[in-house]
C-alpha cells in the first residue's frame, strides 16, 4: 500500500501520476516470487515460509517508492474517490497474476484489494486503512490486514501492512522507513519475525531501510534469517549461519501492469477517471493539474449529497462488507493482533460471485465526474 494518502493536500508539484487505488500492483510486480510458495514441497513448509517472507520484503520497495528509484524521492499519490478501480494483470501471457483493487470507503478511506495467480493456484487478498500524523514526520499507521492462500497445500499466511515514517521532510530529501515489529504467521506453523529500522535523529546512527527477520517453527526453533535494506541488498541465510542466497533489490527485474487501454476501460478505472491530472503531470502543467484534480473531486462531493449516492447507501462492486474473518483471526492470535473492523467499516472480502456478473459499463450511466 501507499505510503502516503488519505486527507492530505499537496501542492500539484509534488503528486505522483498514480492513486493510491493502483498501489496493491507492487504485491506482485515480482510476480515469480508471488507464486514461488506453491512451487516448494509439501514436505518443507518452512522452505514455503521463506518464499512467503522473501516476496514481502522484495515488494517493499516498490509499494513505499511507488515505483520509483529512491535517489529519486517520493511523491505523493492521488488520493482514490470512493468506488474508484485499479484492475490489472503482470506476467507473461498464461502465468499472469491479476489485481482488482477498490476504494470501498472515504470517510474514512479504505483501499480493498484482491490478487490471483489462477495457473499456480495463490492468492491474496486484503484491505488498509491508513490514518496519518505529523511530528516534524509524517506518520502513517496501517490499519487492516492481508491473507496470502496457497491452494495446493491449503496453507493461509497473516501477512501484515508495516507503519510508515516518512522522513527528511524539513530538509527537502522525504524518504520513507517503516518501523516496528511484525509477524507473518503460516497455519503451517512457522512464524517470521520481522523487525525494521532506520536512521536515528537527526540522521545518527542506524541504517537506512535496515530490516532484520527469522523464521523459526512452532517450539521456537529458528530455521532461516535475512538481514539487510529492502531497498537495496538483503542476505538469507539458513539455520547454522551458512549464507544462502543475496537477493538484490536495486537490480531485480519488476514486471510493468498491463491495464486495458483506456478506450476499453470503464469510467470508474483509476487511470480514465484521473486521466486529466495523470496527463498533465506528465507534461509538467500544474495548472492543468490543478484544475482537472478539482472538477473530478468537486463532482465527487455533488454526487455525495444524493441519498442514493451518499457514502452510506454506496455499493460496492467487488467486494462485500463482512463482520469476520475467521482464518484472519485464527492467525492473528498467534501474532498477537486481531481485527479492528470497527475502524476499517468492517472485514473486505473479495466477492468472486458478485464480480462474475459484472458488466460494463458497471454504474450505468454514472461516472464519477459526470453532473448528477
Not at 506482485?28 to 521463506?50: C, E, G, N, T, Y
Not at 496470502?148 to 521532510?169: A, F, M, Q, R, S
Not at 529500522?197 to 535496515?210: A, D, I, M, Q, T
Request: net charge negative; glycine share 8%.
Amino acid at each position: 500500500m501507499s505510503y502516503l494518502s488519505s486527507n492530505i493536500t499537496a501542492p500539484p508539484f509534488v503528486l505522483a501520476d498514480k492513486s493510491t487505488t493502483e498501489f496493491p500492483r507492487y504485491w506482485i510486480s515480482h510476480p515469480d516470487l508471488f507464486v514461488a510458495p506453491a512451487a516448494q514441497s509439501q514436505s518443507d513448509p518452512a522452505k514455503r515460509s521463506l518464499a512467503v517472507l522473501k516476496w514481502f520484503l522484495a515488494s517493499l520497495r516498490g509499494q513505499q517508492y511507488a515505483g520509483r528509484k529512491p535517489s529519486e524521492g517520493i511523491k505523493k499519490p492521488l488520493n482514490a474517490f470512493l468506488g474508484e478501480l485499479f484492475i490489472a494483470e503482470i506476467g507473461l501471457e498464461g502465468e499472469e497474476t491479476r489485481l482488482v483493487s477498490e476504494q470501498v470507503s472515504h470517510h474514512p478511506p479504505v483501499t480493498a484489494c484482491y490478487l490471483w495467480n489462477q495457473k499456480h493456484g495463490v492468492r491474496a487478498e486484503g484491505y488498509t486503512r491508513q490514518e496519518i500524523t505529523f511530528s516534524g514526520s509524517v506518520n502513517i499507521q496501517q490499519i487492516g490486514h492481508a491473507v496470502l492462500t496457497v491452494e495446493k497445500y491449503d496453507e493461509d499466511y497473516l501477512i501484515p501492512l508495516p507503519n510508515v515514517k516518512v522522513k527528511g521532510i524539513l530538509s527537502g530529501g522525504p524518504y520513507p522507513e517503516l518501523n516496528g515489529s511484525y509477524k507473518i504467521v503460516s497455519s503451517s506453523g512457522y512464524v517470521a519475525e520481522v523487525d525494521f529500522s532506520g536512521k536515528g535523529v537527526l540522521g545518527f546512527g542506524g541504517e537506512r531501510n535496515h530490516v532484520k527477520a527469522k523464521i523459526h517453527d512452532k517450539d521456537g526453533k529458528v530455521v532461516y534469517t535475512v538481514e539487510g535494506s529492502w531497498t537495496e541488498k538483503l542476505t538469507f541465510k539458513n539455520a547454522s549461519g551458512t549464507t544462502i542466497e543475496i537477493y538484490d533489490c536495486d537490480t531485480a527485474a519488476v514486471s510493468e501492469a498491463r491495464t486495458a487501454p483506456l478506450p476499453d476501460q470503464d469510467p470508474w478505472e483509476s487511470r480514465v477517471a484521473w486521466h486529466g491530472v495523470i496527463d498533465s503531470i506528465h507534461k509538467g502543467d500544474m495548472q492543468g493539474v490543478a484544475n482537472a484534480k478539482s472538477m473530478l473531486e468537486n463532482a465527487q462531493r455533488e454526487l455525495r449529497k444524493h441519498p442514493e449516492t451518499s457514502e452510506e447507501a454506496w455499493e460496492t462492486l467487488f467486494f462485500r462488507r463482512e463482520k469476520e474473518h475467521a482464518v484472519a483471526s485464527r492467525l492473528m492470535e498467534v501474532a498477537g493482533t486481531k481485527l479492528e473492523a470497527d475502524k476499517t467499516c468492517g472485514v473486505w472480502r473479495f466477492d468472486a460471485e458478485k464480480a462474475g456478473k459484472l458488466e460494463k459499463p458497471w454504474r450505468g450511466g454514472m461516472e464519477p465526474a459526470s453532473k448528477y
